[in-house]
T-cell receptor, first 113, second 115 residues
Framework: GAGVSQSPRYKVTKRGQDVALRCDPI?????LYWYRQALGQGPEFLTY????????KSGLPNDRFSAERPEGSISTLTIQRTEQRDSAMYRC???????????FGDGTRLSIL | DAKTTQPNSMESNEEEPVHLPCNHS???????IHWYRQLPSQGPEYVIH???SNVNNRMASLAIAEDRKSSTLILHRATLRDAAVYYC????????????????FGTGTRLTVIP
């Protein structure tokens, strides 16, 4: 079946622009997670949803970062006024429930010029 | 969250067994031990998890020490496709209720498989 789908695969934008990254989870998966991964490092947690409710946003680095999942399925991670330090691979994962294995997408590589 | 300690890197010959260690001396009674791996240029992939008893699945086996302060992921016959970074992660079984449900990946063990 279809896995977690993320778009775009690559995003290059100028500093100061806003970007929106999309995640389409596996159908029926209740939980959805966003991570950020720097080169050579493991993924770092950003935020997590159960259905449409944002359960934990403790990993969002500052208020330029926000996420939503309005209908409990597709999620969007938005970064406002991007900075070069925001450049990274952004990964989305979904799971059947909170304690179930997480299934990861291929990520969006974001480059801020 | 309780943390884990893994060697930075390991090597194995192809078709030989691989034992990947993980220390988690501060594990709590409600922490599950999860293993994920990340192949080059791919997202992390779930491998296996357990609480107290040893676990087997089609990918690997998980051996958990009696005191639960350490565990070992066992790949019974390494192939070139097993070359990846392996992450040992603790997840609180109550995390779904408290909202503390993310995975803390750390830096993992980079496994190199030699043909």
């Amino acid at each position: 079946g279809a896995g977690v789908s993320q778009s775009p695969r690559y995003k290059v934008t100028k500093r100061g622009q806003d970007v929106a990254l999309r995640c389409d989870p596996i159908s029926g998966h209740v939980s959805l997670y966003w991570y950020r991964q720097a080169l050579g490092q493991g993924p770092e947690f950003l935020t997590y949803f159960n259905y449409e409710a944002q359960q934990d946003k403790s990993g969002l680095p500052n208020d330029r970062f926000s996420a939503e999942r309005p209908e409990g399925s597709i999620s969007t991670l938005t970064i406002q006024r991007t900075e070069q330090r925001d450049s990274a691979m952004y990964r989305c994962a979904s799971s059947l429930g909170g304690n179930q294995p997480q299934h990861f997408g291929d990520g969006t590589r974001l480059s801020i010029l | 969250d309780a943390k884990t300690t893994q060697p930075n890197s390991m090597e194995s010959n192809e078709e030989e067994p691989v034992h990947l260690p993980c220390n988690h001396s501060t594990i709590s009674g409600t922490d599950y031990i999860h293993w994920y791996r990340q192949l080059p240029s791919q997202g992390p992939e779930y491998v296996i998890h357990g609480l107290t008893s040893n676990v087997n699945n089609r990918m690997a086996s998980l051996a958990i020490a009696e005191d639960r302060k350490s565990s070992t992921l066992i790949l019974h016959r390494a192939t070139l496709r097993d070359a990846a970074v392996y992450y040992c992660i603790l997840r609180d079984v109550g995390g779904e209720l408290t909202g503390a449900n993310n995975l803390f990946f750390g830096t993992g063990t980079r496994l190199t498989v030699i043909p």
